[in-house]
């Protein structure tokens, strides 16, 4: 399809949407308003689900959702593994052809904590590790403490992903919080890491950074949340997001169906 088609298919569009403000008696400009307002009412809400993961070995992000009267973050299990011992031998003392990481979870202190649009302090607690799968690069955090009401419970989206689709992302750096992009799903069912594992990926051109791991990828017409972000290429130019179908597959059939976001 040619860069002009496009540019046609993209103005029709404009010219159908006016057609129906029109129709309803609602003024162009204000149908846009409103259009920004429910657009700016997904991106509180999705910021409202963000917080701040920190491990004494990096900071990452997570979504929050509820779920039998508690509170959970969902995040990629890299943030909070402690990738300190490599073992170059096996138990019987043969060296390894390939030095193995050992991945231990919950031995450190995991800190959740949100903060506002100010970057101010909302809250702050301790995050127990109720479930990690370093497979498929996702982790359950139980929280210590009831959040406050400006902490919000994200909703899942389990339906069908649509390559065009408008997606936004929300995460996290270092120094600042609640850091926002948009783009398209690129691709619903990629396989990045090219290996003959289950594994995969909702591709989006959304921009990406340190920090952002573990972040939500949500649809940016309800703001519900279809994936978990775990990886992006090494250009920076696409992120690659964990679905919440595969999560929720996971956890359905392993002995924490009670996790199910």
């Known amino acids: 399809m040619g860069k002009n088609h496009l540019g046609m298919v993209a103005a029709a569009t404009i010219v159908a949407a006016l057609g ?19 657009k700016y009412k997904v991106i509180d809400h999705i910021i409202g689900c963000n917080v701040v993961v920190m491990y004494p070995d990096g900071v990452g992000s997570g979504v929050v959702y509820r779920k039998n009267g508690k509170h959970y973050v969902l995040t990629a299990s890299h943030i909070i593994a402690d990738t300190s011992e490599i073992i170059t031998q096996d138990p019987k003392g043969d060296d390894l052809s390939e030095p193995l990481v050992n991945q231990t979870f919950g031995t450190k202190p995991i800190l959740i904590c949100s903060k506002d649009n100010e970057d101010s302090l909302q809250f702050a607690t301790v995050g127990k590790v109720a479930y990690v799968d370093p497979h498929n690069d996702f982790a359950i955090l139980e929280l210590e403490r ?8 994200s909703e899942f989206y389990t339906g069908k992903v649509r390559v065009g689709e408008r997606v936004f992302t929300v995460g996290n750096t270092t120094l600042d919080a609640n850091n926002v992009s948009s783009g398209i799903i690129q691709h619903a069912n990629r396989d990045p890491l090219a290996d003959p594992s289950d594994r995969k990926f909702i591709q989006t051109d959304c921009a990406g950074g340190p920090g952002l791991s573990g972040g939500g990828l949500y649809r940016a017409i309800d703001g ?8 992006k290429n090494s250009t920076g130019q696409c992120l690659y ?4 179908t595969k999560i929720r597959e996971v956890l359905s059939n392993s002995s924490r169906k009670d996790l199910t976001p």
């Open 20 to 38: 129906l403000a029109s129709c309803t008696g609602v003024s162009p400009s204000s149908f846009y308003e409103q259009q920004e307002t429910e």
């Open 224 to 231: 519900k949340c279809i994936g978990i972000i775990i990886i």
């Open 241 to 244: 997001a964990m679905p919440i």
């Open 146 to 153: 009831e959040p406050p009401n400006e902490i919000q419970s």
